[in-house]
């Protein structure tokens, strides 16, 4: 399939509540970045993770491999620095090859679950 | 009307909870993908579901008449291969003529129900 | 201020829940689109519902002032017909002048509130 | 890192539920637009609210720091004159340098958290 996306993707929400109702993973608070890379090439990806009151923290790489998805945890980040929890961020997403980035949040502070999600901002 | 939209569309979150609260089918967890051919011509639709470990599997296929829309149910894709349930993925939909791609996620893993919806990725 | 926005727009999610855990107008399930027209001239929308079986169904038509948000109920369109609940549909927006559409739905089937949002597809 | 985003962003949706379940600053109810500055140039932003039936107020005034995220409350907003509970809205942010601007309500009127979130509407 011909690739589809962009190569530049920036979310500028970012909030990992420390407090879950639950222990089970797929129910953990979390917040996820999934990445699309539907082409025939590797994606290398670098990003970097910005703050309110300190510089940015990167590169983070990871790779999607060509025709596959990744919904990346921003709680598994962990190199070259864990994510706060409880702290306002932001991600910006640098590929080399086209892929298509979606911004998604459970939130398992109360105890029933709450979700949100966005197409993240693309550009190049 | 004149057609509006594009011809390529990407949801790079994907994921159909096994459990639900409800056995109410408005009620039941799924995954929709909204998909709206206001123009005067039928949208031919193909789409490709990306996993994280596995190629890709396809093509699903669907028709939307002319002047209407289809609020397709992940759940429901059965021709190739049923979509596995509690499984990470992605989709991407090709189309004839211009078409509007939404994604909504109704959540009933807990008794609440949580929703998230969001503009697909357009090109072409 | 100079205007922002397209001319037309298109959202293809539809789905006004028939019930609803309040009485309150506030909490009663509803689906909005957000219009916001910043520019000074006054905005004259055409608003065309479309369905899964049958013709599309319009003109509705809703006049934004310049410089003025409307946030347009579903619930309340009655002419030329009531939108039926319980009912997959999606919208397309025509407008004079550039807006800003913002679809919402807060869902208060369950005595919980559940809440999407998203910014519409937009073009010309 | 170079700057990403546009200088022109609009959020059509707006709307600060005056209830919340929690005195927890986290988990009261709020609206906020995250604001990246991913770029080497302080952005100065320039904040309109528009209102159903009376004209906009602004400017509300806001810099954010080159490479730092800004996720601000509408509820903190107070000059030129606070944004009334319980009352539809919306925003225009005009800013010098490219920025990326996401919406996200947290509302809590009842006792349970919900969430939503869209990439905000962009041009220029």
Redesign the interface.
């Known amino acids: 399939?011909d690739a589809?996306?962009r190569k530049?993707w920036?979310?500028?929400?970012?909030?990992i509540?420390s407090q879950s109702s639950f222990s089970d993973r797929?129910?953990v608070s979390h917040e996820?970045a999934?990445?699309?890379n539907?082409g025939d090439r590797d994606a290398h990806v670098v990003i970097?993770i910005?703050?309110?009151?300190r510089?940015?923290i990167g590169p983070y790489r990871v790779t999607v491999s060509a025709?596959?998805?990744?919904?990346l945890r921003f709680n598994d980040l962990e190199d070259p620095h864990p994510i706060p929890r409880?702290t306002?961020?932001?991600s910006?997403f640098e590929s080399d090859v086209a892929i298509?980035?979606?911004?998604?949040?459970l939130?398992s502070?109360?105890?029933?679950?709450?979700?949100?999600?966005?197409?993240?901002?693309?550009?190049a």
């Open positions: 399939m589809i996306g530049r920036a979310i500028a929400e970012g909030y509540p797929a129910l996820t999934c990445i699309l539907a970097t910005f703050y309110a009151d510089e940015p025709r596959r998805t990744l919904h409880d306002d961020c932001a910006v298509v980035v979606q911004h998604t949040r939130d502070r109360r105890c029933e679950v709450s979700l949100m999600s966005t197409t993240a901002y693309a550009e």
